[in-house]
């Protein structure tokens, strides 16, 4: 299998990597850089100027503003922009809700909502996960009953990521109790705006509040909010783009994290020496490296396996970019609290939303406990380790 890019491949890498240097606004950058945590505004500036170059969506169809491009253009894309540091597209709209729409929406819903899916005119999030109900999604309980033009919604959603800021939600929702698990589940879009929908937050260990628990009270929801068929609801959430995986890994943030690392540790002076000549810290980036270049290696041998089958079905491999990806992520906020020692805690940690300005030495190290701790949640969302160990158990080793 040949992993080298094409003379094309690199012409189109230098393409990206151009645009994301003359279009990404410097403040975007350098609060990246800073470890600060995007504002929506920020999200939607970004998404909006790639919408503008035709990228905001490149794995949509071309017809609903796709670009075409095969499995290792998306791949380099995504690294590029990971390079670049600029914040990724919001993956609710682009990566989850958008292609269900393509795939499974009728006329009236893709005109309504693609556009401004794709241009963050809309910014959805995703009600999945309930207080019984995450690896195991086809125990949901929130109940949708059918009376008349509408579905009276009643129940729960957990972790939902934005939905303090969010106008809309695609949701599962149980519209036949009888039915076998995954066979009574429908697919919906709420506005959250309607009467009867509470939105509270669950402050994570950070301190800030990404997530949130949504509870409905007799919720009226159209029935022309209904994506695709009543029941169906599971097949559509279970589809994803066969593409949609090859980033996941996110070698490029893991590579910008360590050079960050890197660049940092050599004006931190330890012992009367920089820390980034410490043999100890030396070996741990070598170790890093040394898993990432093994993990970058996996992500092209994937992308090309991909390329190969054109998109078709999930390959399981992915749940191993996953895995190492997610871990790697671990290590590298790690590394950069090392690297800010205890400055990394200098930060006053507000409560709801955001952090106080106040802090204590430079910017960059004033985020890097908080980074740290919100990083951990890497490994849990978009499938926990434990599950991505089972799905290569059984389709990659053949246990
Ligand atoms: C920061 C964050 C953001 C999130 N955002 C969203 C969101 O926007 N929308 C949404 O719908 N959900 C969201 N989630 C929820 C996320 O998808 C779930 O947390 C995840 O699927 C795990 O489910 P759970 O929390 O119910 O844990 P459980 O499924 O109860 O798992 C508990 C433990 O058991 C392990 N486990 C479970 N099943 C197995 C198994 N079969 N084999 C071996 N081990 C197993 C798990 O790995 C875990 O360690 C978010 C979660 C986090 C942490």
């Known amino acids: ?29 350098q609060r990246q850089i800073n470890g600060q945590r995007m504002s929506k505004d920020d999200i939607v500036a970004w998404q909006r100027i790639l919408n503008k170059k035709g990228w905001a969506a490149p794995l949509w169809p071309v017809e609903y503003g796709g670009t075409g491009w095969d499995a290792t253009r998306y791949f380099i894309y995504k690294e590029e922009c990971f ?33 401004k899916v794709r241009n963050l005119d809309v910014w959805f999030c995703q009600g999945f996960s309930e207080p019984s109900a995450g690896s195991d999604l086809a125990g949901l309980k ?31 929702v149980r519209t036949d109790p009888v039915a076998k698990k995954q066979k009574g589940i429908s697919y919906i879009l709420i506005d959250m705006k309607t009467p009867g929908i509470t939105v509270r937050p669950v402050i994570t260990m950070d301190g800030n509040r990404h997530v949130n ?35 996941i890994a996110r070698v490029g943030l893991t590579k910008a994290r360590i050079a960050l690392a890197k660049l940092l540790a050599a004006g931190v002076q330890v012992d009367g020496k920089p820390l980034s000549e410490e043999p100890r810290f030396r070996e741990k980036v070598a170790l890093i490296e040394v898993e990432l270049k093994a993990l ?27 895995l190492k990806g997610s871990e790697l992520q671990h290590a590298t906020t790690e590394l950069l609290l090392e690297v800010a020692g205890p400055l990394g805690m200098a930060r006053q940690v507000g409560f709801l939303e955001s952090t106080t300005d106040e802090t204590i030495g430079p910017d960059w190290s004033a985020t890097t406990a908080l980074n740290y701790f919100q990083g951990r949640a890497a490994t849990i969302y978009g499938g926990s380790s434990e599950v991505q160990r089972n799905v290569v158990a059984k389709g990659v080793l053949g246990l």
């Not at 992500?299 to 054109?310: F, G, L, Q, R």
């Open 142 to 172: 929130t109940r949708a009953v059918r009376d008349g033009d509408n579905y009276v919604v009643n129940g729960q959603k957990l972790w939902t990521t934005g939905a303090h800021r969010s106008d809309w939600m695609f949701a599962l």
């Open 296 to 322: 970058e290696m996996t992500n092209m041998m994937v992308v090309a396996a991909i390329k190969k089958s054109a998109g078709k079905g999930q390959d399981p491999r992915t749940s191993v970019l996953k």
């Open 83 to 115: 390079r670049a540091w600029a914040p990724e597209t919001l993956s609710m709209n682009i990566n989850l809700v958008g292609p269900v729409i393509c795939a499974f929406g009728n006329a009236q819903q893709k005109e309504f909502f693609l556009p």
């Open 213 to 247: 628990e949504v509870f409905f009270e007799d919720v009226k929801v159209p029935v022309t909010n209904l994506i695709g068929e009543e029941n169906k609801g599971w097949d559509y959430a279970k589809y994803l783009l066969g593409n949609e995986r090859i980033g």
């Open 1 to 29: 299998m040949d992993l080298r890019l094409t003379p094309e491949d690199i012409a189109f890498r230098d393409e990206v990597r151009q645009f994301c240097k003359d279009s990404l606004p410097d403040e975007i950058r």
